[in-house]
């Protein structure tokens, strides 16, 4: 009798504790945000809340919606699905972080109109559309551990007074690697005046490495023909080696 006397009491302090937790004030976070990072205001409770407007270094991200699921508490590991949205950018995913510091995001979806952030990686004019799914995406020590999924870009163009057209692309990263190294996508052209083999592998500190094989076909712009010239002679069968490094 005892021991059922305790039992209810031990689950009746935990049904309070949920209550008062599932009804906290989504409000009480703002203090515990990082340096750099700040909501204009938040709104809803700790567990099912939304940020008006996301701010990180000075970028905006539009508003953020999410709901946190308490089942994963119990085995040691933070569990939410997060919604950011902005005018040229939408981002959805489940996302996990355990004990350890990794980070675990399933059906990740992105939608992004390049240009409508200032990515320090990206060229400011550089424009296009950009689709993602992934299945999975994991992160930990400051870099991507393991990827698999698919990445679309379309309809790239270049230049503000000459608009180069550079085609449309596909990045894909066929599973999630299980040993030390990064996670690496295969590159290929869907189209338009450059054929493009290749690929993009994940470097530390998070960064990337972009290399492969490129040629011009018959309706690329004499300035583009031009601009190949530079990456050196082409071989055999008209092909040049291209690289590029950089971090985020």
Not at 8 to 35: D, E, K, N
Not at 148 to 154: K, L
């Amino acid at each position: 009798m005892m021991r059922g006397s305790r039992n209810l009491l031990l689950a009746g302090f935990l049904s309070f504790g949920v209550t008062l937790l599932v009804g906290w004030p989504a409000r009480s976070l703002q203090s515990l945000l990082p340096a750099g990072v700040a909501c204009s205001a938040l709104t809803g409770t700790v567990w099912r809340g939304h940020c008006a407007q996301l701010t990180v270094q000075g970028l905006r991200f539009g508003s953020v919606d999410w709901q946190l699921h308490p089942s994963r508490l119990l085995l040691g590991s933070l569990s939410a699905t997060l919604r950011l949205d902005q005018p040229g950018l939408m981002l959805a995913s489940k996302l996990a972080i355990g004990l350890t510091g990794k980070v675990e995001a399933r059906d990740l979806d992105l939608r992004l109109a390049l240009g409508a952030l200032p990515l320090a990686a990206v060229p400011a004019d550089l424009r296009g559309r950009v689709v993602a799914h992934f299945d999975a995406v994991d992160w930990r020590d400051g870099g991507v551990i393991a990827l698999a999924g698919r990445v679309e870009a379309s309809e790239l163009t270049r230049g503000d007074r000459e608009l180069l057209r550079l085609g449309s692309y596909e990045v894909v990263f066929d599973a999630a690697p299980s040993g030390p190294d990064a996670p690496t996508g295969r590159i290929k052209d869907l189209g338009g005046p450059l054929e493009v083999t290749g690929s993009l592998q994940f470097t530390r500190p998070p960064g990337y490495l972009l290399q492969g094989l490129v040629r011009s076909r018959p309706e690329a712009s004499p300035t583009l023909q031009r601009q190949l010239e530079v990456l050196g002679p082409a071989d055999a069968e008209g092909r040049r080696t291209f690289a590029q490094e950089a971090t985020f």
